[in-house]
């Protein structure tokens, strides 16, 4: 797992900005899935609903500050009483501490890039070096230490490519010429509500450094060039993990995942960071492989999300699953059968009203065609200190004939039975998943 890895600057994603060839190696070896959205776009939300397979509203994790209690059960513990040998590197960023692991060494909150000090079975710890090369040498080490009389369960995950951006010496030199503008990248908002204009996560917004004609082209190189020199070393150690499967006669009998805890924008509508409903920010790269069962080079559209993510595993590991878990196994998909019974919709809450960014709280749905975003305009106590839009307002965006999320049509007439349609829909999900709160009723 890395950390705000968009799909859109990974290769096998169809990249205009950059390759990654070893990442590209489990999608062609495995699946892609193009329809894998994140449940709140937020590091430690969707780090606590990728271990617990549940929203927020029920695991407890609705802000970057909450912690995860350990009495929680995680999909790692139901791993450990099916026989597996458990291990936790990097980023983990829900705790203090693991449980569930036999092994674990975590980076404290958000991790240092360089000679990172690390909290390693409750000792405190530093290693030299470059985080991601850090962290992949100690993956390394687990690999080749674990009892090998048991099968294993290994997380691995980078800090990078999370702010700041910080680079290492070997990737300095990549990307000297201009990279190429998303075509949002001057987006003016003109038909969407106050959220998108108050927010200022807007790429060139407090940068003075470059005069204000070319502020924003200049300060996106600088980011992009950065935020891709981070994505080059995970992809060059993803290719030292593969690797050391091949020569271990491990790859035909391990399931490998590449992903990431939430989408993030890299330019798109002059954003970076995360947390809108967008879908750069709500889309999430998922590869996966696994020779036995899944077709080289496949594809799959279905929605998917991560709250699947544990009942997969477990799935495939042969191990009870919890059963207050809101996901879905992904075994079906990834052996090509999509059941007739499967989501063809989903539900989306991000909840920090006002902090970072000015971001306002909102939930929404979307369908293979059409998404809509509520702005309930409140905090639910869960607040900022920078006051975000207080008047409610709508999104409803056609993606099949607006890709690019330029065109609000909530108030045209014409898609009036579409937001009714949809309205529905997401009372409906909102029960489902027993999202209950009050706060922002419709």
């Not at 705000?4 to 070896?29: C, E, F, K, L, V």
């Not at 230490?145 to 010496?169: G, M």
């Not at 927010?199 to 891709?228: C, D, H, N």
């Not at 991560?306 to 052996?335: C, H, K, V, W």
């Amino acid at each position: 797992m890395a950390d705000d890895h968009a799909s859109q600057a990974i290769g096998a994603y169809g990249s205009r900005i950059n390759r990654t060839p070893n990442i590209d190696r489990i999608a062609r070896g495995g699946m892609r899935f193009d329809n894998c959205f994140c449940t709140n776009s937020l590091c430690t939300p969707s780090r606590a609903s990728i271990l617990t397979g549940k929203y927020s509203h029920l695991n407890g994790i609705f802000t970057l500050d909450d912690r995860f209690s350990s009495t929680q059960e995680t999909f790692s513990t139901p791993l450990q009483r099916a026989g597996y040998h458990t291990g936790l590197v990097g980023k983990w960023h829900v705790a203090d501490n693991a449980t569930g692991f036999d092994f674990w060494s975590i980076l404290p909150g958000q991790g240092d890039y360089f000679d990172p000090h690390l909290i390693e079975m409750g000792k405190h710890i530093q290693r030299s070096g470059y985080v991601t090369d850090v962290l992949t040498d100690m993956a390394l080490q687990f690999l080749e230490a674990r009892p090998k009389n048991k099968p294993f369960c290994l997380l691995l995950q980078n800090k990078a490519p999370h702010d700041p951006w910080l680079y290492d010496k070997k990737h300095a030199k990549l990307y000297q010429a201009d990279v190429p503008e998303p075509p949002t990248l001057y987006d003016d908002y003109k038909t969407r509500g106050h959220a998108i204009k108050m927010a200022q996560s807007k790429i060139g917004m407090r940068q003075t450094e470059f005069p204000p004609a070319t502020r924003k082209p200049a300060q996106y190189q600088l980011f992009v060039k950065s935020y891709l020199r981070c994505i080059a070393s995970i992809d060059d150690n993803v290719g030292r993990v593969l690797d050391y499967l091949d020569a271990n006669g491990l790859a035909e009998n391990t399931l490998v995942i590449y992903t990431s805890d939430q989408g993030v924008f890299v330019g798109e509508h002059g954003l970076f960071d995360k947390r809108f409903m967008y879908e750069d920010s709500l889309r999430m790269p998922l590869l996966v492989r696994y020779p036995p069962e899944i077709k080289p080079g496949s594809v799959n559209s279905d929605i998917v999300l991560n709250i699947d993510f544990p009942e997969t595993l477990l799935d495939y590991g042969g191990a009870r699953i919890p059963p207050d878990m809101q996901g879905r196994s992904l075994r079906p998909l990834l052996r090509g059968h999509t059941r007739a019974d499967w989501r063809q919709s989903m539900y989306y809450r991000y909840w920090m009203h006002g902090a970072h960014f000015n971001i306002p709280a909102h939930y929404g749905v979307r369908t293979k065609r059409y998404k809509l975003i509520y702005y309930y305009g409140q905090g639910c106590g869960k607040t900022g200190t920078i006051p975000a839009p207080t008047q409610p307002e709508w999104e409803l965006f056609d993606l099949k004939e607006d890709p690019l999320e330029l065109h609000n049509v909530y108030n045209v007439p014409a898609f009036a039975p579409v937001a009714r349609d949809l309205t529905a829909e997401l009372k409906r999900l909102r029960r489902e998943y027993k999202d209950t709160d009050p706060c922002g009723a419709i």
